[in-house]
């Protein structure tokens, strides 16, 4: 399955806060991901709370995007991505 | 004996319940040859009660399988009720009809058993789609026993397993080897290692029990133990058992004396021996493993006598079946009798709709030519060139068409001549050898023509007229449409004039007359319905959608592509579908619901086995442009694809993927690749009459710089666009309903107009464009440029899509669902569909509530 990179803007700051009701909202996030067979793997966020670096296994970038749509998560902007390691060079060049 | 079955009889036992409570099903239950399929299926029957009807079928193992076969044996059992419904003169859709109905419409719930479906025709195999499909409505199940371990990739009934077990309400189950435990118990009372036998049968069931009957040390296979255990019988009764094998089914007792000259004695001696089993009235072999190892165990001489034998016998009985009456001519290798038989076995597999089946007949025929006689053998080519073709083969059905052709030239056969010419442009058109294939129809219509009006010469002509407008040449389509359309006054014939005002309708779209060509073809709708013709129906709706479609004339092309979709799913037509809504998807893609259009793509991706057709072509494309227009990954290799797969195919398919991927290149400022596939468009766009290819390809051979306005004969709002009228041509995009071309044609405006395209834009998250609209704003030191989607604005409420919004309006007005329907030209049964998914997405189940809900989520004005 391909990976991605889905960039999410919240301009008035995204906010989880550390209790039942965020627990619960992750949840359901992860619920919603998996009636569209979308993984989140891992998220960046900036200091400022207003944008995420999200990255996702999933199908296709509809299903990303039919995911985000169940979740009222924003979608800015998705690109296909893989892995860039610093040693993934080391011993392949002369 | 029945050992270690008792988790299968149960499944099936808990599926018949389900079926009593309203959920039928179908099951496939699988397993190697003599792995116990047909007991556990006998041992499930006998459990039932009288309260179950019962109906059973079988695939034979013919070298050329009876057409339909299970349907012709349901029939024969007076108390399945089908016994009027069945025979080889009836549409195979009308019999697969009457057999759910009887499923559906039953007081008692119903098993049908289908036996050995790996040797299915592929009209049954239509049968099992299409019951399979629909089976969950019915208080019935079907029971169908496979060998899996025959069914490779490329076997036939692959595609319909591969269609049917992702479906709810079908069920699988194998039927395993037998373990230590079991094969210790059945050989309790022999002499036999338990762990030995269990080594070489590796738990077979049939070959356990063979071992265990012949008694004689341990063979080194099922064949060597069938034939070790025969050889043990007396002359006479091994006679009988020799005679009984070259019958792929049973055989009647008085036959199988008859066979072999044998008496009752023998019969009764065969029997006891255990290798045969009786009903009383027919006898026949323990299983088709026995059969077959007996058969092919014969001395040839001996085989061709017994099957000489076996066919003078059926030839006695009233009606027989030709397919069975060729196999045996075929196998006692008698041209005479071949070329009697074989031929009409073809016919009627080409009637029940068994492609490979009358291919195999027609091709036995042919095999003895000679004797067939030249005009004889010409007509079975013919034929068997048209089943060619349907089965993808153009290459062998056009050497048959063209020895056809020779003959038919030769002894002066007019219309056959023509009639074959016209077939042999079918083959070269499926071989992209067009010019040759309009020579062939030239030379049909020559010919024809001086032997006055026919329905030939009329047919032809017709087809010329079509090809001519699918290449989108309007000249030649209306010269050959208006000669049709004499010669169907002239010979009255009702299907003919249909089909002139059909094509009449399509040429007037093609040369831009859109209102007129629109009108024709809902006249050909309307005229279709009263003449009750499904087929002609299905033509004119698909003609009607992606007629208008093309013009963008959505309110008329939209409700014939959902009644052109429900007819095929009623019909199983499943390439009718797949075309329609592949334009739903590009009609979806240019009204700017980018979701829908994902949805309809997503549905034909899902359900089309033709990854190159037309269907495939124009769904995919629709979906790369949508990754395009929203900057998403994966758009431009899809685009790239579609392009390769359409260049064979007429401008009109491929003309999506190569805007796209223009407007990729345009949009990413390389504009050079963009025009590599864009030019030679063009070129073909200017040699046709296609309004809407000159403009969108126009537009963006514009776009890229490569020229400074319109092509003559551009569509209108295009053709305003490039002369730098951005106005006019956004009022005109926003009549036609195309946002994303309102916002693109605003976006060539001042300040002003650029603002509003960026709203536009936003709304429907077109991010590549939005980007760009507000780096030209900023360069342009505009204040108050909007940050940008925070999150969808222009989402409907509630989540429903436009059309479901429609619907919603009609229900707080308070019409009732036939009402809905008359007002938005759809058919009762989609708008039942559009209110049950309104009820879900808004969470409430009565129309009462649903008024209320549209209120509060504002659907509609308080």
Known sequence: MPRYMVEREFPKGLEVPTTTQGQKAMLGVVRNNATEQVTWVQSFVTDDHTRTFCVYDGPSPEAIRRAAGLSDLPVNRISEISVLDPYFYVGAGA | MLLEREGLLESLGQRLKDAVEGKGSLTLVGGEAGAGKTSLVRAFVDSLDESTLVIQGACDPLSTPRPLSPLHDFAADPHSGLAGLIGDDRAPMEMFEGVLDRLTRTIRPVVVIVEDIHWADDGTLDFLRFVGRRIENTKSIVVCTYR????????????????????????????????????????????????????????????????????????????????????????????????????????????????????????????????LIGDGHTIRFRHELARSAVEDSLPPARRLSLHLRMLGILEEEQDPDPARLAHHAIRAGRADLIVEYAPQAGDVAVRSGSRREAVAFYRAALDHAKELGADQASDVRVKLGAELRLLDEPEEAETELRLAIQHFRESGQIEALADTLGQLQGALWNLRRFDEGWRAMDEAIAILRPEGPSETLGMTLYRMAHHHMLSRHAGPAFTHIDEARQVAEEIDSEELDWLVLLMTGCINIVIGDTDEGIRLLQESVKRADAMKEPRLLAIGLGMLGSGAGEARRYAAAIPALERGIEQGLATDADYSVAYNRSWQARIALEQGRWDDAVGYADLVDRTTLQREGIAYITAMSALGRVRVRRGDPGGLPLLQQMTDLARDHELQHGWNAICGRAEYHWLARTSQPGLDELAPGYQRALDTDSEWARGEIGFWMWRLGSIDGPPQGAAEPFALQMSGKWEAAANLWREIECPYEVAMALADGPEKAKLEALAIFDSLDARPMADRLRRQLRDMGADSIPRGPTKKTLANPGGLTNRQLEVLRLVVEGLNNEQIADELYLSKKTVEHHVSAIYSKLGVDSRTQAVNAATEVGAVPK
Do not use: M
């Open chain 2, 148 to 275: 899996d371990d025959e069914v490779g990739p490329d076997h036939p009934l692959r595609s319909v397993l591969g269609q049917l077990i992702p479906l709810r309400s079908t069920d699988r189950l194998v039927v395993p080897p037998l373990t230590l435990a079991a094969v210790t118990k059945l050989a309790s009372n022999y002499v036999f290692d338990p762990r030995e036998l269990l080594r070489l049968t590796d738990g077979n069931p049939f070959f356990v029990t063979e071992i265990l009957a012949s008694g004689e040390g341990l063979p080194d296979s099922v064949q060597a133990a069938v034939i070790s255990r025969v050889a043990q019988l007396d002359e006479r009764p091994r006679r009988v058992v020799e005679g009984v094998s070259v019958a792929p089914r049973s055989v009647e007792i008085r036959h199988a004396a008859a066979i072999v000259g044998g008496t009752l004695a023998d019969i009764d001696a065969a029997l006891a021996a255990g290798v």
